[in-house]
């Protein structure tokens, strides 16, 4: 373990720039909100609806359940490794080798850049609603803005991302109440949401789970700014936890909400699904609802343009990329050169694959991931020389977190 985990010297030479440890708990748990929020459920709501029906509201709930046992495991490891690259650095800790640290940290990195590619294109569709521009070319642009504002600076793009998530809060709630109080009641009754108990419909259900479990991605995308982060022992636990109940009992409500007032044939496969609750609002409320999507898919981008370049960086640090991309502007302290290279990345995949090709993706990587990094600290909590943490939890919880991982990507695939 002596070249393992915190016990390796992540440091540079002095002379040379670190990262700014400008993140408190408020922020940090903006910056979770703004990449789940903005990842998810602006963008997925039909995609799920598709594969579900009118039970796409369980498919969230059932992806939540999932999510929070290893929500849990990462509270611990944030706490006894606060790195950059944490994903990375958690499965070589656990497993003690350094041969999964470079795919565990390129499959955090890309399921950043594939969810970002998702979210652009979802963009590109609400953008198009109002300027008539293609959406491939309004997705790139989205990418290359969103791209500039992460190179500014983590305190600067951060604040940024945790005003426009309160917008995004905002929105939701605005979809809740005009779609289970306005006037259009063209949507499912209240009584479909109950599901039956056939073989196909739970089926359904457990494959949009999968779908669902992409409104997720987020949290997990929080350890990868720890060396941004004040005090992260104290930080991350309560950031990481705040962030998934908040996004649960949104994600609940709008999407009952959405099913209850749109009909299931104009739902289906939308990629801006959330403004059709407004179909038959004043304009000047569905014109408002349009703009708060377009930032909200923005702030989505833009966190995930971070977390992958800071995976990026920490890999590079740690001897296992180009040393290149471990560069940080003297000027922004920001990892400069591997955000040049996510932007690039993800403005190419925006023009490869459709959104919910790019969403399904997304999820078994990240599912992947979760399943690597509940096994690892099952085996850190058997070691006596593992790192403490102050915020521990008992063995069944990353268990679970590993179980309900692999049922949850075999639902996929039934």
Do not use: C
């Not at 009118?54 to 999510?67: D, G, K, Q, R």
């Not at 259009?184 to 949009?208: H, K």
């Not at 399904?360 to 399943?371: D, G, K, N, P």
């Amino acid at each position: 373990m002596d070249q393992i985990g915190t016990d390796r010297n992540f440091d540079s030479e002095p002379s040379e720039p670190t990262l700014l440890r400008a993140l408190n708990l408020p922020l940090l748990t903006l910056y979770g909100l703004g990449v789940t929020i903005g990842a998810g459920i602006y963008v997925l709501v039909g995609a799920t609806a598709e594969v579900a029906g009118t039970h796409a509201p369980l498919a969230f709930l059932i992806a939540a359940v999932v999510a929070a046992f290893t929500a849990l495991s990462y509270t611990e490891l944030a706490d006894r490794f606060p790195v950059s690259a944490g994903e990375a650095i958690y499965v070589e800790a656990g497993f003690e080798t350094r041969r999964l640290t470079l795919p565990v940290g390129l499959l955090v990195a890309l399921s950043g850049i594939v969810s970002a590619s998702a979210i652009a294109i979802g963009a590109g569709a609400y953008l198009q609603g109002i300027t008539g521009l293609p959406v491939s070319v309004l997705a790139i642009s989205v990418v290359v803005a969103m791209g500039l504002l992460a190179a500014w600076g983590i305190a600067q793009s951060v604040t940024v991302a945790a005003i426009v998530t309160l917008v995004e809060i905002a929105g939701l709630l605005l979809v809740i109440s005009w779609g289970l109080a306005g006037t259009r009641s063209t949507g499912a009754a209240a009584a479909d949401l109950v599901p039956d108990f056939s073989s196909d419909t739970w089926a359904g259900i457990g494959a949009a789970s999968l779908l669902a479990f992409f409104a997720f991605v987020g949290f997990e995308d929080m350890v990868n700014v720890a060396e941004e982060v004040q005090e992260p022992a104290r930080t991350y636990p309560r950031a990481i936890i705040l962030t998934l109940v908040i996004a649960t009992l949104l994600y609940a409500a709008t999407t009952t909400a959405v099913i209850l007032s749109v009909p299931m044939v104009e739902l289906a496969g939308s990629a801006a699904p959330l403004a059709l609750v407004f179909a038959d609002a004043p304009t000047l409320l569905r014109d408002l609802f349009v703009v708060i999507a377009i930032v909200a898919t923005m702030n989505g981008i833009l966190i995930q343009i971070i977390m992958a370049s800071r995976v990026f960086f920490g890999l590079a640090r740690g001897g296992h990329l180009p040393r290149q991309l471990s560069a940080i502007s003297p000027l922004t302290r920001t990892p400069i050169v591997a955000t040049a290279l996510v932007v690039l990345i993800i403005a190419v995949l925006t023009q490869a694959l459709p959104i919910e090709t790019l969403a399904e993706r997304t999820s078994q990587i990240v599912l992947i991931v979760f399943i690597l990094v509940n096994l690892a600290l099952l085996r850190l909590k058997s070691r006596t020389t593992a790192p403490a943490a102050e915020f521990s939890i008992p063995r069944i919880v990353p268990a679970i977190g590993a179980v309900s991982g692999v049922a949850l990507m075999l639902s996929g695939l039934l």
